[in-house]
């Protein structure tokens, strides 16, 4: 032998040594990626709102009714507030709903039916909001005002919160496209976190002579609740951020609602329909400020339905 | 799955004598409640079937060639949404080009080499960065691409796209390395391949067709975004082939734009649009998804 060819391995060794560092490396760094670009989103959302902030104050910005272009003035409440109206809207409407429908796919449903209507749910969740806001506009909305909308002004319009007039258009119409929209979320997370409960919940109270709405009510539910929770919180993170649908449905008037039929505005879509508009400046830096606003509401809320979920899977919720 | 459990104490399975007035209303309340759960169901069937009967209604007949085929109509109402149709083909296309590597070598270390905690960390991060509403992140890319350059970029658009994506590749794909047996990864090593070709050529190739399935969701959900390109690719009423430095169409954009329109012929061509992204949407996902239904993880 002579050295050369005893060389030869022990440096093909570092270089494939170095190779697979350089790998790992290059993996982590890429998955490091991903908290950098949460951190990132933040990092940049404030600094471009900074103008707002310091103008206003964060109370004053949070707190402030007026969005006023040419006096230069800018409060968030409003949109605060739309948000807020159409999404609880939406969750009352969608989660009793939603965890009746979870309740059917995990425990009753047979077999050969739970598996393809969960797979339908899942196919709601795919269409894109614009395709339903599109629906909503030209079919839901008309649908509403001269049915649901109709009825309910004329049988409860002495209440202020019925009071019409009801176009169709407006914080109702956001709120039962929001509901539509969150009802996959909140079911197949909800789903999971029944199936996950412990067959020898359901089998004890069996046993004890119980019906199966008395397994699901008081072994089953229970057990599952924060996680059904969890759920919920995830659905009302959807309903906060989403956008494209809504903004076509809400009527676009930046006012708080005094009506169930009021057309109002939510954060994401007074940013969608004003952004662009928008001169550099207070202007752009106030809508910024908006949408830092909605980060730290849906980040908060991602993060403790997330953490709710996993008590009860145990492991890994599944991807949302 | 489910709990196959045979139907339940029903007061009819007992002898009549035991039967007891409030075994009667425990199974009245029983069945009742039931009931609701099936109703439950039918109610969020509904709306689903309702948005595809009137997409492929409204959509099919406002379908024709000069929908396909011409870009709007400078002046006046009219054309088609060939320019959404290519920009939406491109900066998915870019996105798509960007996103995948990315997904994939960041959850080859979620999978292969970080440790337990840390793996739990990133997969946490990896949801919660899903969970940002989508029109955050076209302001996100506005203020890095296009505020800089004073200029609506389709590349921008692209970006931001790839950041809605990467999350949902990374997290498909890290489920599928999951599923590959420990034993091709030593089996390869002791062969005395380095790790990176194990990686790649044993663990990624093993999981193609899983990852695949996540790509593929990850497209079709970039496909249907309207909120992050709003800001960033801003649309178009131009054919743009490869100007990434300019606005683009897509056909989300171009569904939001003809949706408010007041011209009926408009509003048709929004519904037109929405059939062709609905198709595709739903292709895909029910191409992918009723491959793995039933099973668990895909």
């Known amino acids: 032998m002579t050295i050369g060819t005893r060389a030869r391995p022990s440096l093909t060794r570092r270089g494939s040594r170095l190779a697979d560092r350089g790998f790992v490396v290059l993996t982590a760094g890429l998955a490091a990626g991903i908290v950098g670009l949460l951190v990132a989103i933040a990092v940049m959302l404030t600094l471009t709102s900074r103008e707002t902030w310091q103008t206003f104050g964060v109370l004053g910005f949070l707190t402030g009714t007026t969005w006023d272009v040419v006096n230069g003035v800018y409060g968030a409440l409003p949109f605060i507030v739309g948000t807020i109206e159409t999404s609880l809207l939406a969750l009352v409407i969608a989660a009793p709903i939603a965890i009746l429908t979870a309740i059917y796919l995990a425990e009753l449903a047979p077999g050969r039916l739970a598996v393809p209507l969960t797979f339908t749910i899942e196919i709601l969740a795919a269409i894109p909001s614009v395709v339903i806001g599109l629906w909503g506009i030209f079919v839901l909305s008309p649908f509403l005002r001269s049915t649901v909308e109709a009825f309910l002004v004329q049988t409860f319009g002495f209440i202020p919160l019925f009071s019409g007039p009801a176009y169709g258009i407006g914080l109702f119409a956001a709120g039962v496209i929001l509901a539509i929209m969150i009802l996959p979320t909140i079911i197949t997370i909800s789903r999971e976190v029944i199936i996950a409960v412990p067959n020898a919940q359901r089998e004890g109270m069996l046993a004890l002579g119980a019906t199966r709405w008395e397994v699901i009510t008081r072994a089953v539910l229970p057990y599952a609740r924060s996680g059904i929770m969890g759920a919920i919180i995830l659905g009302l993170g959807r309903a906060l951020g989403e956008t494209m649908a809504v903004t076509m449905v809400i009527g676009n008037k930046d006012a708080i609602p005094d009506s169930l039929f009021s057309q109002t505005q939510t954060i994401a879509s007074k940013i969608a329909t004003t952004f662009n508009e928008a001169s550099v400046g207070i202007q752009t830096s106030s809508l910024i400020a908006l949408g830092l606003v909605l980060l730290g509401i849906t980040l908060t809320l991602n993060v403790i339905a997330r953490l709710l979920v996993r008590r009860v899977t145990g492991g890994v919720p599944r991807r949302v | ?159 931001a796209l790839a950041i809605i994506m990467w999350p949902i590749v990374l997290r498909t794909t890290e489920e599928i390395l999951a599923l590959v047996p420990g034993t091709l990864r030593e089996a390869s090593l002791a062969l005395g391949v380095q790790r990176w070709r194990t990686v790649l050529s044993i663990v990624v190739r093993t999981g193609f067709t899983g990852i695949l399935t996540g790509v593929m969701l990850a497209v079709a959900r970039a496909a249907g975004e309207t909120a992050p390109l709003l800001f960033t690719a801003l649309g178009s009423r131009l054919i743009n082939v490869g100007d990434w430095q300019r606005p683009m169409d897509a056909l989300p954009l171009f569904i939001y734009q003809n949706a408010r329109q007041p011209y009926p012929v408009l509003n048709a061509q929004a519904w037109g649009a929405a059939f062709l992204l609905m198709l595709f949407v739903l292709v895909v996902n029910i191409a992918v998804r009723g491959r793995s239904m039933g099973r668990r993880t895909y």
């Open chain 2, 1 to 159: 799955m489910a709990v196959t459990l045979d139907q339940p104490l029903a007061s009819s399975a007992l002898p009549r004598l035991l039967t007891l007035r409030t075994d009667r209303r425990r199974t009245l309340l029983d069945r009742f409640m039931r009931g609701l759960t099936v109703a439950a169901m039918v109610v969020c069937i509904i709306p689903l079937v309702a948005v595809i009967a009137y997409v492929t209604i409204n959509g099919l007949a406002a379908i024709n060639l000069d929908l396909l085929t011409k870009p709007p109509k400078a002046l006046g109402v009219g054309g088609g949404a060939a320019a959404a149709i290519l920009g939406s083909l491109q900066m998915v296309s870019l996105a798509t080009v960007m996103a995948v590597p990315a997904g994939i070598l960041s959850s080859v270390y979620v999978s292969e080499f970080a440790g337990t905690r840390k793996a739990a960390g990133i997969r946490f991060a990896a949801d919660v960065l899903a969970g940002v509403p989508s029109i955050l992140v076209g302001i996100f890319t506005f203020t890095i691409l296009v505020l800089p350059f004073q200029q609506y970029n389709a590349f921008a658009g692209s970006v």
